[in-house]
């Protein structure tokens, strides 16, 4: 019985200390106290009585409802209005009067964007000082009371007049975006814009905050000039670029005067046979079918494989010059390469796009050329690796693969071949090109995490193909033609993340 009394005295004695008790919280309702407004509140409850604690009733929840104040608490005010809600209005009569001031709103917004004086007609004052009378007294006779509609009905015409969904003010932004002939971008896009122009703006472009800003991806607007930049093509420094410019694209055209009348000869025909047979093979096929497009493309390919004797040309290099000949057309037109003319630029534009093209994709390969050396040596060690990466971070689609006979090297070695280029979209590629070569070694060393990254995101539909044939057709078909940049940031997100686990620890993937 003791005990009983013992127990019962102890959760008495520390009833204030029992968790879930209430305790002040700091917040809109429970400001914390001010030492210097509230001394002697502090000086009072420094030293508690323990007999005030002991003696203190215990608060029921109805009288701590009572004694609280809410910052939600209806007032009379709110009771007033939502009594004034609950009448039953002339629908007819409001409908009709939203529609005439939308309607006149829109004409008012017209004449501004047409930089028009603004005159309202007699007709429409008509309209709307009837409308304000129908409101007014339409809630007269509903509700008994008066207020001012003209404040209501200008809040409501204010109102259109910011909101984003506004069909006037949609309309006369696409107005204002077509008349520079360029899509409609987020305030966020043209934050970033911004920051690309202030950034290429400096007398020297610092290549690292570059690389940094680009990761992400980079504005159409300023993409040909930071490829440039990136690629080692053009300098930091914004004096020498023009002349940098001039010497090497006139060192490309001497190497076509010397070289190119060469292509119809003994030792050079099987090289050239063989680039003209692959290039109608590339894609977009609306582009690379337009004969001058084709012309183009000959040159290039067939001066870098004179050029580069130890590798010469290989099936895949063809497809490394499209990004750079698309993204270089872009700095000419507005609208998508794949519906343009090419022909119908100037001569001297297509000279200095040809040259372009040609210097940058060589830059790309002198850090690859391995994959297309004798034998292909880059691009075994690449599938092997892929291979090992893979099994440490999904045996199970490893061991599905293995189990259906599916070698790495069936499908991988196009993966490392043309950069992933066969599997996306053109407008993918670009913008993964964007993330190569803004990170180090980007196109050798990163392409290896993204293309296990690339595996695994079709992880499920790999599980449900139970033979060699249903996995080589997926494989070699995988569903990308509708991804955009989202699908590509989150693939890079996660080549990053196994970039980061791996790249610096490579045992941890060795078997």
């Not at 520079?180 to 987020?186: E, I, N, R, T, Y």
């Amino acid at each position: 019985m003791s005990s009983d009394g013992g127990k019962k005295q102890f959760w008495k004695r520390n009833v204030s200390k029992v968790p879930g008790s209430i305790q002040h919280v700091y917040g809109a309702q429970h400001p914390p106290l001010d030492p210097l407004l509230h001394t002697n509140l502090l000086k009072a409850n420094s030293k508690p009585n323990s007999a005030s604690v002991r003696a203190k009733k215990v608060t029921t929840f109805q009288e701590f409802e009572n004694i609280t104040s809410d910052a939600w608490d209806v007032g009379d005010d709110d009771d007033d209005l939502l009594a004034m809600a609950t009448q039953n209005l002339n629908t007819d009569v409001v409908m009709e009067t939203a529609n005439k001031v939308i309607q006149i709103h829109s004409t008012l917004q017209e004449q501004k964007q047409q930089n028009k004086p603004m005159e309202t007609s007699g007709e429409q004052l008509d309209d709307m000082e009837q409308a304000d009378n129908s409101v007014e007294n339409t809630v007269k006779s509903n509700s008994g009371s008066e207020f001012d509609t003209s404040t209501d009905l200008n809040r409501l015409e204010t109102t259109l007049s910011v909101s984003p969904t506004s069909p006037t003010l949609s309309a006369a932004g696409i107005a204002e975006q077509n008349s520079s002939d360029g899509p409609l971008m987020s305030e966020r896009e043209m934050t970033r814009l911004e920051k690309f122009r202030q950034l290429l703006a400096g007398p020297n472009t610092d290549l690292e905050e570059l690389r940094k800003l680009s990761w992400s991806g980079i504005p159409r607007q300023v993409r040909p000039i930071t490829w440039k930049l990136l690629s080692g093509y053009l300098p930091a420094n914004v004096e020498r670029r023009e002349s940098t410019l001039q010497r090497k694209r006139t060192e490309y055209f001497a190497f076509i005067e010397q070289y190119y009348d060469s292509r119809n000869d003994e030792h050079h025909q099987d090289t050239y046979r063989q680039i003209a047979i692959d290039i109608p093979r590339m894609t977009p096929e609306s582009l690379i079918l337009q004969p001058k497009v084709r012309e183009i493309f000959e040159r290039i390919l067939f001066i870098w494989a004179i050029r580069h004797p130890a590798s010469g040309y290989v099936q895949g290099i063809n497809d490394l010059v499209t990004p750079f000949f698309v993204v270089f057309v872009f700095e000419y037109i507005e609208g998508e390469v794949e519906n343009f003319d090419v022909s119908s630029l100037p001569d001297e534009v297509l000279q200095n796009i040809e040259a372009d093209s040609f210097w940058c994709m060589s830059k790309l390969l002198d850090g690859i050329q391995d994959n297309y050396t004798f034998a292909q040596p880059g691009i075994q060690r690449k599938v092997k690796a892929l291979q090992e990466l893979v099994s440490r971070i999904d045996e199970q689609v490893h061991k599905h693969l293995h189990q259906a006979e599916v070698e790495y090297l069936q499908f991988a070695f196009r993966w490392m071949n043309n950069l992933l280029m066969r599997e996306l979209p053109l407008r993918c590629t670009i913008r993964l090109w964007d993330t190569y070569q803004s990170e180090p070694e980007g196109f050798s060393h990163f392409h290896l995490y993204v293309c296990a990254a690339f595996l695994i995101r079709w992880r499920k539909e790999l599980l449900e193909e139970k033979d060699f044939q249903g996995l080589m057709i997926l494989l070699q078909n995988l569903p990308t033609m509708h991804w955009g940049n989202e699908e590509i940031s989150i693939l890079l997100a996660e080549a990053y993340r196994l970039k980061y686990a791996f790249a610096d620890a490579p045992n941890h993937y060795k078997r």
